[in-house]
């Protein structure tokens, strides 16, 4: 799949729709399945994984729920096409490195992806915008039922297995991105961290390292994979999401009451990304962030009508290097990054 | 004389019209002079300051040159005025704290003030847009010479007498005001300042207090009153004031020279002129003083038609708070400022 091909995908995260979307970006479930018959990624030899990858491919091939999947090998990605499907994050950065066996299958839509020979043999994966775990789930589960035909490496006492043992149990992962400007701006976020630890839920920024959030992104997902039933993860991982866009609501209707000083940040905001001719990634999306939350806020225009899901997605540097139409230097990519920025904003 | 009269007055310096005005943004030469027959400001009682500024309105009231000016006893002026007046540089900021004898003269065009029973009796000041310390010294030396009648206290050796040594001599302090952004960019200004030293010149920043220079603007004069003529000092500033532009003209040739990263600071003041809710003084001359450099450069629109100087002058709290027609707190003022700039930026 070429890089044009990958940026006319639809992305239903990047559209700002779906329950508490005024905070909620995005729902994930990712499963974790191995393939009885055959060891580990790790383990098995590339003519193992060649095998595994086939089978993959014949059982989704032959099931008319995947008709319009494409089926990616990874090795013959440009590198233009590898970032995008990363920021996209229908793959993960991780997928990028590793056997030549790699495949990756995108449902038509752009909210299921498969990978092959991951970390895992396959990583089933679904993502739609704002709240939506159970929905994300319900489809997930039924690709896993289709995909059950080739032989799940299972114990019954463990429940699936899985080459990290942070995912045996159900192999899933539920989380969800949220935008949490204001709890950050308010210094609420290492309580909430930690308190979230001890709900066995892991809160962090979704981008950035450690407790570092660019744009305010935050992740919440399930600590454990094990002891509980997917309903139950589903369940804990869409509670204490609600409860944060919650929390997230009343924080900005404190921070945004009376606060000149508040909109004033909005604004510059707005005129940082109006007038910038050269911006990097992270100031970027913090100012993107900042007006996200204007426009939530009711600013009203120039606020209204930003297309944020999608400008954030475009301005990460594959985004911004694909649509130039070539690889840039750091510089080079500031530079275009700005001027993206600027005419997205002009259109508006 | 009440604030809108003030507001109302032309301002040569604030037009940035005149040679060199790319660079030089006003010249002003002040004689300090005191009347023979009375004792120093800070000797004499009040009925003879009250003589003394008697003394002064008869000799400017009788000569047809000052005819249209306004004669402003300092104890009447309201508030909001003196602020005005200290900003649009037709006062010192001594000239507000001082003896209730004080008066002030202002011509109708806004390019002389005479202050009474300053630190001296008189003090002749004419002020004028880009680099003309010779006509400006031309119209001080006219009105020098009309006053002379009122007996000045003069000695054969010394020249002028006056309150503080520094001014004995000729009494004249030559001075010119520059913007010098590149030059403070490229680290060149404390090299300068201890040169200058060196040449009997100060060098410093106009705005702010030591070495800081808000704006980037510059102030250069005379060290010395004494042991020159008044054209030779007059000269010796000229001639420095001038290497100076020069100078500054080729930093601003290297700095723009492929640096995308300065014309995005200049972008990113405007887009914060133009946006920001609230802003201080300070960023707010520092913004200005970006945008004047981009408009020196050749940016194009919207940089070319901004009316630099008037709005450069209208951001001092004193002006802010008399446009909007009173009092106002350090918050009200910062988000009025910010007001009166984005409408000005609006309007080009």
């Not at 098995?44 to 999947?69: D, H, M, N, Y």
């Not at 209707?253 to 940040?265: A, F, P, S």
């Not at 910038?276 to 992270?282: H, K, N, Q």
């Amino acid at each position: 799949m070429d890089a044009e091909g990958i940026l006319s995908l639809p992305l239903a995260w990047a559209e700002g729709k779906g329950n508490s979307a005024d905070v909620i970006v995005s729902s994930r479930v990712r499963l974790a399945r191995n393939l009885d018959r055959f060891p580990f990624v790790t383990r098995a030899t590339p003519e193992e994984r060649k095998s595994v990858a086939e089978a993959v491919r014949e059982a989704i091939e032959s099931e008319p729920l995947f008709r319009e999947c494409t089926c990616c090998p990874v090795c013959e990605l440009e590198a233009l096409s590898r970032g995008l499907l990363v920021e996209r994050r229908l793959m993960s950065p991780g997928f990028l490195k590793g056997c030549p066996e790699r495949v990756l299958f995108i449902d038509a839509k752009g909210i299921v992806s498969v990978m092959v020979n991951e970390e895992d043999h396959l990583r089933i994966q679904v993502l739609l915008g704002g709240l939506a775990l159970c929905e994300a789930s319900r489809i997930a589960s039924s690709i896993d039922r289709i995909l059950t035909r080739l032989g799940f490496a299972f114990d019954s006492e463990f429940g699936f297995l899985t080459t990290c043992p942070t995912n045996v149990g159900t192999g899933l992962r539920a989380s969800v991105m949220l935008h949490l400007p204001a709890l950050k701006m308010s210094h609420a976020m290492p309580e909430i961290i930690a308190q979230s630890g001890r709900l066995g839920l892991v809160v962090r920024g979704a981008y950035g390292e450690g407790t570092t959030s660019a744009g305010s992104l935050y992740q919440v997902s399930n600590q454990v994979t094990l002891g509980l039933s997917p309903e139950e993860l589903i369940e804990k991982v869409e509670a204490i999401a609600s409860r944060l866009a919650e929390q997230e609501g009343r924080a900005r209707d404190v921070l945004l009451k009376g606060q000149k000083t508040l909109e004033d940040r909005l604004w510059r905001a707005w005129g940082t990304l109006s007038h910038a001719r050269r911006i990097g990634l992270s100031e970027a999306m913090e100012c993107l962030s900042l007006v996200r939350m204007g426009q939530e806020a009711g600013l009203g225009a120039p606020f209204n009508k930003m297309p944020w899901g999608r400008l954030f997605l475009d301005i990460q540097p594959g985004h911004v290097q694909a649509r130039t139409g070539r690889q840039l230097s750091e510089e080079e990519t500031e530079v275009a990054r700005a001027e993206l920025i600027r005419n997205a904003l002009a259109q508006l």
